[in-house]
C-alpha cells in the first residue's frame, strides 16, 4: 500500500494531567502515515485523485489547538479518527510525542496504527 507522509507537524495545546499542563499550551509533535493507493493520482496528475496533505495537516493543527487532552494516547486516536475521515484513507500511523516531559528525555510519546475496517 502507498503511503503519504505528514512529518513532524508542530502543533501547540493543552496535553497532560498536572494543573500546570492543563492550564499552558505545550508543543506537541504529530507523525502521520496515511495509507493509501495512489496509482490514480500518479496517471491523472490531478490533486483531486490525492489524499490532501495539506487539507489533514490543517485539520490536525486546528483540532490539536482546541482538543485539551489529558494522555498522548487519548489525542493519538482522535488524530486517527480525523484522518480516516478522508475519502481515500484506508488507514493511518500516527505518533504523538510531548518533549521534554519526562527527565532526561527529548520527548516521550506513543505510536498508533487505524483502519477503517478496526
Known amino acids: 500500500m502507498d503511503q503519504v507522509l505528514i ?5 501547540r495545546g493543552i496535553i497532560g494531567i498536572t494543573s500546570q499542563e ?4 505545550q508543543d506537541i509533535l504529530v507523525n502521520i ?5 495512489v496509482a490514480r493520482a500518479g496517471e491523472t496528475d490531478s ?5 490532501n496533505y495539506r487539507t489533514v495537516a490543517k485539520k ?10 489529558k494522555t498522548v494516547e487519548a489525542l493519538a486516536c482522535d ?5 480516516l475521515e478522508e475519502a481515500r484513507v484506508q488507514m493511518v500511523r500516527v505518533r504523538v510525542e510531548k ?3 519526562v527527565r532526561f ?3 516521550v510519546g506513543v505510536e498508533i496504527e487505524r483502519s477503517k475496517t478496526t
Do not use: H, M, W, Y
Not at 7 to 11: A, R
Not at 47 to 51: A, E, K, T
Not at 60 to 69: D, G, P, T, W
Open 47 to 51: 490533486i483531486n485523485d490525492c489524499v
Open 7 to 11: 512529518k513532524d507537524l508542530l502543533c
Open 60 to 69: 490536525v493543527l486546528a483540532f490539536v489547538e482546541k482538543a485539551s487532552r
Open 79 to 83: 488524530i486517527a479518527r480525523l484522518c
Open 99 to 101: 518533549n521534554g516531559a
Open 22 to 25: 492543563r492550564t499552558q499550551p
Open 33 to 37: 502515515v496515511i495509507f493509501t493507493n
Open 105 to 107: 528525555t527529548k520527548s
